[in-house]
């Protein structure tokens, strides 16, 4: 860690923010907290300097327009480059995930993205609305992912990012695989408020962020819970 | 609403042309008209609903300008915005009725459909208050002439199937451009709305406030920050800022456009409500009500719909507030009292799908009452609490919540389909 606290950026939730992204903040620092970790939490705008010095950095999702605007601004601005260069933890949702690549599209024009994902998005013919489910890479040893997706993009893996998931339900980058990592990137559709449905992607990142190989259990009945009744609710076919 | 009650009913249509007054009418639309009250008729007789949608839906299909013709020779006022438009609409309906009859979709059936049956039921009237789904507020302002449009928000609601907000603000400037005839009355303290109405030439301002600002952080004109300090708001890279309000709340009251202070009682809670009441009394306004006219008739609103109803049982008085998004949600918690409170969720698809929103609420307020949740997705809410710190039980029916808290005053706050949910519990309480 770079100070005593843990520090979590936002990133431009001026511009990106769409439901419920706040979500991820609020659950890192809850559990971060809940094991004795000082937190600290920064939302920056688009207006203001992007600290290269923080732990965890979070991107949510958005509109075309403010997509584009985030991610030339993050290219002029450095910071993230260098926060990441410096083994800084990410987590990158929807929009937030595509800017992450080298390219994605808004507004039908093809984008320059932030490229430290090896990733490329562009258009799918439909858009994916409705429960995603998949089954996480086995090298991050993590139980099965469960969100909700509403995008309207689909995503290419070039070599060097690994699949986050294999879908089981929904679809995710392409319908067979969803989201992608590399490092300490990860990415996904799951939409808005990731980690309360997937506790355990919430605590990769406190560790990836606090060097730390365990974190004290938490008491995640209703979190336990709510994974049992989305991870068997009916999807459409 | 539901198909099968399409398929029992138009034979019954002849005989009932009487119920059409407006002479004036060509014949398909008085058929249309009669068969769409009896369809009405018919969905309240067999206990499928309360006729509110699927009489128009009827009445369109017969005649797709049916809601132009019964719309014609009424003073129209359509009310729209992401929340408290039921509520509005029936405090704008009571007030233009100090000068005659209204015909209002006071059932919050607000698509055309709703709009006709609305129209139908109550024959010809001098006036309408029309609530219109902000979605179709184009459609609905072509068909019905109006003379007022009253703008109230724009916030997010339901993503997974609605318009985004800045596309929903382009929807309506696009909307009243061709219109300068209109009457705008519009929210002075919602960037969204004031660029959305900015350009129509003759437009009322109202401040009621805005207790939801996540929305409109950034200029829908330029694209910059959007900077709020004290009530003020200003965009710091274009010329648009908060225009000065003719009409605004104060205390207890509102202040109309010639200074004069009202007390406006009612028995709506919280300072939404006497928000709503400020923008009622601007709309009525418009029609040459005056507060001093209007204001004893807003008092005796009680409740819409069910919303605000208060039903004892067992020794307890339930009051029902309904809230369907983040903006709304802190508006019930500024209603409700420090009592036991009951939260409902479901997902179901008038709700939406998706549960995210749940992060967009602060419940910290909530903390120093106690709380039970319970719905579809109730355990969506009981981790969103986790996260808040707001310490909470499950109950997995309304009665087990009733048992679980002693006497006296039980809140209800729930979203579309929990509150209609409860309602049922509650005899279907308007």
């Not at chain 2, 002479?23 to 008085?30: C, N, R, T, Y």
């Not at chain 2, 907000?165 to 002075?188: R, S």
């Not at chain 2, 303290?189 to 004031?194: C, E, T, Y």
Request: charged share 20%.
């Amino acid at each position: 860690m770079s100070t005593e606290a843990l520090r979590i950026v936002w990133i431009y939730p001026d511009l990106l923010s769409t439901y419920g992204d706040r979500g991820n903040m609020l659950i890192l620092a809850r559990r971060a907290a809940d094991r004795g970790i000082p937190v600290e939490t920064y939302e920056v705008r688009s207006d203001q300097p992007m600290p290269h010095t923080a732990d965890i950095y979070l991107i949510g999702g958005g509109e075309d327009g403010p997509q584009a605007l985030a991610a030339q601004r993050l290219i002029t601005d450095g910071g993230l480059h260098q926060a990441v260069a410096q083994g800084a933890a990410v987590l990158a949702i929807c929009a937030g995930y595509q800017l992450f690549g080298h390219s994605f599209y808004a507004k039908g024009a093809k984008c320059a993205g932030l490229g430290l994902l090896d990733i490329t998005s562009d258009r799918g013919e439909t858009r994916a609305v409705g429960e995603l489910r998949g089954d996480i890479d086995p090298r991050l040893g993590l139980p099965p992912l469960t969100g909700f997706e509403n995008h309207g993009g689909r995503t290419h893996l070039g070599a060097s990012a690994a699949p986050l998931a294999r879908v089981t339900a929904g679809i995710g980058n392409d319908g067979q695989t969803e989201g992608a990592w590399a490092g300490k990137i990860l990415g996904t559709y799951s939409h808005g408020p990731a980690l309360a449905r997937n506790p355990a992607l919430a605590d990769l990142l406190l560790r990836w962020a606090t060097g730390a190989d365990r974190l004290a259990p938490l008491d995640d009945t209703w979190a336990d819970r709510l994974r049992g009744e989305r991870l068997a609710a009916p999807t459409p076919a | 609403m539901i198909l099968t009650v399409w398929q029992l009913d138009v034979t019954f249509a002849s005989g009932t042309l009487a119920g059409v007054t407006d002479g004036k009418m060509p014949l398909i639309a008085k058929v249309a008209t009669s068969v769409s009250k009896t369809a009405a008729a018919l969905s309240r007789a067999a206990g499928r609903g309360d006729g509110s949608v699927i009489g128009g839906w009827i009445g369109l299909k017969i005649d797709p300008d049916l809601l132009a013709h019964l719309a014609s020779g009424r003073a129209v006022a359509l009310v729209s915005g992401t929340n408290g438009k039921t509520t509005t609409t029936r405090l704008t309906a009571a007030a233009v009725g100090v000068l005659g009859r209204v015909a209002t979709n006071s059932f919050g059936a607000n698509m055309p459909t709703g709009h006709t049956s609305a129209l139908a039921k109550e024959g010809h009237t001098p006036f309408a208050v029309l609530e219109v789904d902000e979605h179709y507020l184009a459609q609905v302002i072509d068909a019905t002439r109006p003379r007022v449009v009253a703008l109230l928000n724009l916030s997010r609601d339901q993503l997974d199937r609605a318009k985004e907000v800045a596309m929903m603000a382009q929807l309506w400037k696009t909307a009243l451009a061709g219109h300068p005839e209109i009457k705008v009355v519009a929210n002075a303290d919602d960037p969204m709305v004031v660029w959305a109405a900015g350009n129509s030439p003759q437009t009322t301002w109202f401040s009621a406030g805005q207790r939801w600002h996540d929305d409109s952080f950034v200029c829908p004109e330029s694209g910059h920050p959007i900077e709020r300090a004290d009530g003020d708001w200003w965009c710091t890279g274009c010329p648009l800022r908060r225009p000065r309000p003719h009409w605004a709340v104060e205390d207890e009251g509102v202040i109309d456009p010639r200074g004069d202070w009202h007390l406006v009682k009612l028995q709506l809670p919280g300072k939404v409500n006497i928000g709503n009441a400020a923008t009622a009394l601007a709309v009525a306004g418009e029609f040459g009500v005056r507060p001093i006219e209007a204001l004893p008739r807003l008092a005796r609103v009680a409740s819409i719909a069910g919303r605000y109803a208060q039903v004892d049982r067992d020794g307890r008085n339930i009051r029902l507030l309904l809230a369907k998004n983040p903006a709304s949600w802190l508006e019930a918690f500024d209603m409700a009292d420090q009592a036991p409170t009951l939260l409902s969720i479901n997902a179901r698809d008038p709700d939406g799908l998706d549960t995210s929103w749940l992060y967009d609420v602060d419940f910290s307020p909530l903390r120093d009452r106690p709380v039970l949740i319970t719905g579809d997705r109730a355990y969506d809410l009981a981790v969103r609490l986790q996260v808040n710190q707001v310490p909470f039980r499950h109950v997995k029916t309304f009665d087990e919540a009733l048992r679980s808290v002693p006497p006296g005053r039980l809140e209800v706050i729930a979203n579309y389909t929990a509150f209609q949910d409860i309602r049922a519990e509650l005899d279907r309480v308007n």
